[in-house]
């Protein structure tokens, strides 16, 4: 592919991973200001596209004459024993993505505490299940404290949202290992209709191509 060719552009399905064969690849976001910011560039091996989210929330853009393969997300196990670095960069993906999703659930508006609170338990929900854990417990590690931080509202306000999912039965406390996340439907609906997200299905298929 020739300098200024995109591989994918921010709010594209994720139907297939990316392998750098040659060339360098610039990976980049929009600010709040609109304008684009450079996230990295990578160059050949670098194994991108990755994540828990179904779209993408960054611009893959070449910088140079390059070449990208196309590989079905289900082959990210073959391309991890190739390169143990591959494991390394899908959480760094997943990681991006999660802080992605925050930040842009918290500037996201108008919205009520339940519905932001909502929101971020279904990223946290959604990033569990992308790290092969229980998709509907939250550990006892993520703390009020921080949570209310990420959100931006008083513990104050978080415990009042907390009553309020409590009491609508959409969760609920589990001892010791932390909150049981009863009706995660009902939370996509709630978090959807306060901050405006969608949880969109997954593409499963994609080919092999480069250019």
Not at 35 to 52: A, D, K, N, P, Y
Not at 86 to 112: G, M, N, Y
Not at 178 to 184: A, C, H, N, T, Y
Request: proline share 5%; hydrophobic share 40%; glycine share 10%.
């Amino acid at each position: 592919m020739l300098p200024g060719t995109a591989v994918f552009r921010i709010g594209d399905p994720k139907g297939i991973i990316f392998r750098v064969e040659s060339g360098r690849i610039r990976i980049s976001e929009m600010s709040g200001s609109g304008t684009s910011e450079l996230v990295e560039e990578i160059g050949s091996g670098t194994v991108f596209g990755l994540g828990f989210l179904d779209e993408h929330v960054y611009d893959a853009i070449a910088i140079s004459k390059s070449v990208v393969s196309c590989w079905p997300k289900d082959a990210i196990g073959f391309l991890e024993s190739l390169d143990p670095d591959v494991r390394q960069r899908r959480s760094i993906d997943t990681e991006r993505e999660f802080i992605h999703r925050r930040r842009t659930l918290v500037d996201s508006a108008p919205k009520t505490p339940p519905g932001q609170l909502a929101g971020f338990l279904c990223v946290a929900s959604r990033l569990n299940e992308a790290q092969g854990r229980d998709a509907e417990l939250i550990d006892d590690t993520v703390d009020c404290g921080s949570v209310a931080s990420f959100l931006r509202m008083d513990l104050a306000t978080l415990r009042h949202a907390l009553v309020e999912l409590f009491d609508r039965g959409l969760i609920a406390y589990e001892a010791p290992s932390g909150l049981r996340l009863i009706d995660l439907e009902a939370l996509q609906s709630l978090a959807g209709n306060e901050v405006r997200h969608r949880l969109p299905p997954v593409l499963a298929k994609g080919g092999d191509a480069n250019a």
